[in-house]
């Protein structure tokens, strides 16, 4: 089981041996690792990076030496550091093969790879906390228009990958058959942050029944945002 921690701020390093994950409930990306940890069974230390609290902590220099980029997650097992949601879980899918997340055939693979793909390089990018935020404070746009855009972008993408999947016609109470892989792991974070902003999910009916089989999970229940130390 999954046991996330605590820790003394967003640029405490991991110790060697260890394995960290720096995250914030909300964010979706942090949230596809945290299922990606649960399923493969893998204890870790939750160092919470508050996206909101001082101005944005993963905007702090402390937070910048762990990644340059100022996002959510970054991973550290070993002394080592891994960006980027995809990178971390297929790396984990590697080095802790039990339960994969990836199917065995090349062509399995590319589906699923495409699935998750769609969501983390498509849908997700352009309703990102920074670009909404550069879409208020910098464009200057209204609340209306802002939430526009962020419905326009993600009701669009999700339909998409609704028909996606469906033509994939794998079957199985998972994206790509019947058991969670990758693509579950970005699935469900996407479907949280369209409830959250309240986008109309009614021709999604095949990825809102993958939706509810994975939060029948234990490993889907511990990584969502209201089970997190820093929900609160």
């Given at each position: 089981m999954?046991a996330?921690g605590t820790?003394?701020?967003?640029?405490?390093?991991?110790?060697?041996g260890?394995?960290?994950?720096?995250t914030?409930f909300?964010?979706?990306a942090?949230?596809?690792?945290?299922?990606?940890?649960?399923?493969?069974?893998?204890?870790?230390?939750?160092?919470?990076?508050?996206?909101?609290?001082?101005?944005?902590?993963?905007?702090?220099?402390?937070?910048r030496?762990?990644?340059?980029?100022?996002?959510?997650?970054?991973?550290?097992?070993?002394?080592r550091?891994?960006?980027?949601?995809?990178?971390?879980?297929?790396?984990?899918d590697?080095?802790y093969?039990?339960?994969?997340?990836?199917?065995?055939?090349?062509?399995?693979?590319?589906q699923?790879?495409q699935?998750?793909?769609?969501v983390?390089?498509?849908i997700?990018?352009i309703?990102?906390l920074?670009?909404?935020?550069y879409?208020?404070?910098?464009?200057?746009?209204p609340?209306?228009?802002?939430?526009?855009?962020l419905h326009?972008?993600?009701?669009?993408?999700?339909?998409?990958l609704e028909?996606?999947?469906?033509?994939?016609?794998?079957?199985g109470?998972?994206c790509?058959g019947s058991?969670?892989?990758?693509?579950d792991?970005?699935?469900?974070?996407?479907?949280?942050?369209?409830?959250r902003?309240?986008?109309?999910?009614?021709?999604?009916?095949?990825?809102?029944?993958?939706d509810?089989?994975?939060?029948?999970?234990?490993?889907?229940?511990s990584?969502h945002?209201?089970a997190?130390?820093?929900?609160?």
């Amino acid at each position: 089981m999954t046991a996330p921690g605590t820790a003394a701020g967003p640029g405490t390093p991991a110790h060697d041996g260890s394995r960290s994950l720096y995250t914030y409930f909300r964010s979706s990306a942090a949230y596809r690792v945290r299922i990606a940890l649960g399923l493969k069974g893998l204890d870790y230390e939750a160092i919470p990076v508050h996206l909101l609290k001082d101005g944005g902590q993963q905007l702090s220099p402390a937070y910048r030496e762990v990644n340059p980029f100022g996002l959510v997650p970054a991973y550290a097992e070993d002394g080592r550091t891994l960006t980027q949601s995809l990178a971390i879980i297929e790396y984990l899918d590697e080095r802790y093969p039990e339960v994969p997340l990836l199917p065995g055939s090349a062509w399995e693979r590319a589906q699923v790879r495409q699935l998750a793909l769609a969501v983390a390089c498509e849908i997700h990018p352009i309703n990102n906390l920074r670009v909404l935020k550069y879409l208020s404070q910098t464009l200057e746009l209204p609340e209306t228009a802002k939430q526009q855009w962020l419905h326009h972008w993600m009701q669009s993408g999700l339909e998409s990958l609704e028909e996606t999947v469906v033509r994939m016609g794998q079957g199985g109470d998972f994206c790509a058959g019947s058991a969670p892989t990758l693509a579950d792991c970005c699935l469900v974070p996407q479907l949280f942050n369209a409830r959250r902003f309240g986008v109309d999910l009614t021709r999604c009916p095949r990825l809102l029944a993958i939706d509810q089989a994975c939060a029948a999970r234990p490993a889907f229940q511990s990584a969502h945002p209201d089970a997190q130390p820093d929900a609160a």
